[in-house]
């Protein structure tokens, strides 16, 4: 499977997905803690993709959204941002608002 198809089929498994370094119980960087912190103070259900186990998914991901850097938020589908971006969005209801539109909640 290619690493797009592989990154497809994460992103389209759940309605809000986060590439991340770690995982929710034990994220491996400030950055991805944030934006964890971020989604479970939203009250969101989400799927994590742990970067760091899967070194075709670290670079895929980058490469697919063409963003430089990890976390990497989906929601249903849709590129959103990392965790600077979600941290302002969060901030302003932004976010809020997308996950409550997009998700349904």
């Known amino acids: 499977m290619s690493d797009s198809k592989k990154i ?6 759940d309605n ?7 995982n929710r119980g ?19 259900e989400f799927d994590t ?3 760091l186990t899967d070194d075709e998914i670290r670079q895929g991901i980058k ?3 063409n963003w430089p850097t990890i976390p990497q938020l989906y929601i249903d589908g849709e ?3 990392g965790s600077d971006i979600m941290m302002e969005m969060y901030q302003n209801g932004e ?7 997009k998700t349904g909640s």
Do not use: H
């Open 8 to 13: 497809s089929n994460l992103i389209e498994k």
């Open 16 to 22: 809000v997905v986060l590439f991340m370094k770690g």
């Open 26 to 44: 034990f994220p491996q960087c400030g950055f991805s803690g944030r934006a964890i912190q971020i989604l479970q103070a939203l009250g969101t």
């Open 49 to 51: 993709a742990d970067v």
């Open 63 to 65: 490469d697919y959204s």
């Open 79 to 81: 590129f959103v941002g």
């Open 95 to 101: 976010l809020k608002t997308k996950l409550d539109t």
